[in-house]
């Protein structure tokens, strides 16, 4: 049974992590596309992006990782919500990951709809604001993808110590009469068990200030900016409709 149990396990982290990679390659590639992308001029940026499309299957095939790196971290948390450290890490993943996916609906997906009007209508005077929070959104979402899948990676590295400590004293007991549940290093773990949620707490306040900072920035000093600018070229009651 306990090596079911493990099999199992072993199995639920391999599909959480790919799952959780594979929706962060696709957030990665916005972000390193991002330099260049912000330097294309109109009619280049509608062209690729809403015209040819060239992210189509980012939201069909993306879907299928986003939702499913996301459930399968929470189900992953449910499964080692006795490990101690083990289960703070992977709910602190699957916390980041939701965060992301949160992000994704607030700032990508009213932009999404708002492009697919470009098709049928002009392209408003004020395009770089709907174009900014696009790309910037997908690069803050990266970023909080990047810290979901490094807690999941904690996550089984805490156990991996462990583990190699009671395969060790199974597999050579001339070397240490001690049984396994009284290895030193057991008591020296649970000792210290109550530092991981502090620093798990801390990565996810780290990220949602980060957040925070970007959706401000975003509504406040870059929306400020655009429109500073459009009413001095003129532009104020093309924006203002």
Known sequence: ????????????????????????????AHLLE??????????L??????VENVYRLFGS??????IGAISSAIALAFWVRRRGAAFYWTLGGAVLLGIA????????????????????????????????????????????KTLGLSCLLVSVLLDAPGKLAVNSGFDRPHQNSLPATTLPSVPVRAKSAWLWPMRLVGVI?????????????????????????????????????
């Open 34 to 43: 991002l330099p260049q992308r912000m330097q294309f001029d109109q009619q």
């Open 61 to 66: 095939v993306g879907a299928v990782f986003e």
């Open 101 to 144: 996916f949160v992000g994704w609906l607030l700032f990508v997906l009213p932009m999404n709809t708002e492009f697919a009007t470009w098709l049928t209508q002009p392209v408003p005077a004020d395009w770089t604001r709907y174009r900014n929070q696009w790309e910037y959104a997908h690069a803050a979402i990266a970023l909080i």
């Open 1 to 28: 049974m306990g090596q079911s149990n493990s099999t199992v396990l072993r199995a639920g982290r391999f599909i959480a992590l790919m799952l959780a990679a594979l929706s962060l390659s696709l957030s990665m």
């Open 205 to 241: 306040v780290a990220s949602a200030v980060f957040f925070g900072l970007i959706t401000y920035v975003f509504h406040s000093v870059l929306v400020g900016t655009i429109l500073s600018i459009a009413g001095i070229l003129g532009l104020g009651s093309s924006i203002n409709r």
């Open 45 to 50: 940026w509608v062209e690729v992006t809403i």
